[in-house]
Antibody, heavy 116, light 110 residues
Framework: EVQLVESGGGLVKPGGSLRLSCVAS????????MNWVRQAPGKGLEWVSS???????YYADSLRGRFSISRDNAKNSLYLQMNSLRAEDTALYYC??????????WGQGTLVSVSS | QSALTQPPSASGSPGQSVTIPCTGT?????????VSWYQQHPGKAPKVIIY???KRPSGVPDRFSGSKSGNTASLTVSGLQAEDEADYYC??????????FGGGTKLTVL
């Protein structure tokens, strides 16, 4: 069974940093691209970033270099380093497996709140 | 990289059919056959119900179908059931490794 478990969310002040993690199980992690997708409270889905199985990275234009995605295939883990956080980054952050630019499995999300 | 356009709401009675459009541009929906649709119930993670414009993952009822014409993709739900009441999101590949989502449509089963 495919499982994706996110962690690392929490309350952070504006300008602060957080590192999100996602541990995958139930599939050959090193053969799939992975995504981060976020959802602000009461709002829609927003694609944040993706990383291919070979390590190519892609970001939403709106992030302007503040976020960095990475993966550790030996640990079946995906990461999102978030810097210079703003109130508008407050959201539930989902880890999702990529399948031809579709996200076929999702975790339950980790909540990031940016507030002073 | 602008969000795809979906109507905020749609509705239908049990047994009826409803179609939800998703409008993009030639740089996303119109340019690639990588349109997906997701169903999200309150408090739950999204679930893919259509990928590659028309393909259904295993376990998704054939009441759900997808299509595309030009820059507009559509999700049709036939034989509406109470459990179909949820939020629906479209997404598309937008080139250069990027993905764009629609704003979402709240489907109400009357």
């Amino acid at each position: 069974e495919v499982q994706l478990v996110e962690s690392g969310g929490g309350l952070v002040k504006p300008g602060g940093s957080l590192r999100l993690s996602c541990v995958a199980s139930g599939f050959a992690f090193n053969t799939y691209g992975m995504n981060w997708v976020r959802q602000a409270p009461g709002k829609g889905l927003e694609w944040v970033s993706s990383i291919s199985n070979s390590g190519y990275v892609y970001y939403a234009d709106s992030l302007r270099g503040r976020f960095s995605i990475s993966r550790d295939n030996a640990k079946n883990s995906l990461y999102l380093q978030m810097n210079s956080l703003r109130a508008e980054d407050t959201a539930l952050y989902y880890c999702a497996r990529d399948s031809w630019y579709s996200q076929d499995y999702w975790g339950q999300g980790t909540l990031v709140s940016v507030s002073s | 990289q602008s969000a795809l356009t979906q109507p905020p709401s749609a509705s239908g009675s049990p047994g009826q059919s409803v179609t939800i459009p998703c409008t993009g541009t030639s740089s996303d929906v119109g340019g690639y056959n990588y349109v997906s649709w997701y169903q999200q119930h309150p408090g739950k993670a999204p679930k893919v119900i259509i990928y590659g414009v028309t393909k259904r993952p295993s376990g998704v009822p054939d009441r759900f179908s997808g299509s595309k014409s030009g820059n507009t993709a559509s999700l049709t739900v036939s034989g509406l059931q109470a459990e179909d009441e949820a939020d629906y999101y479209c997404s598309s590949y937008a080139g250069s490794g990027k993905v764009v989502f629609g704003g979402g449509t709240k489907l109400t089963v009357l």
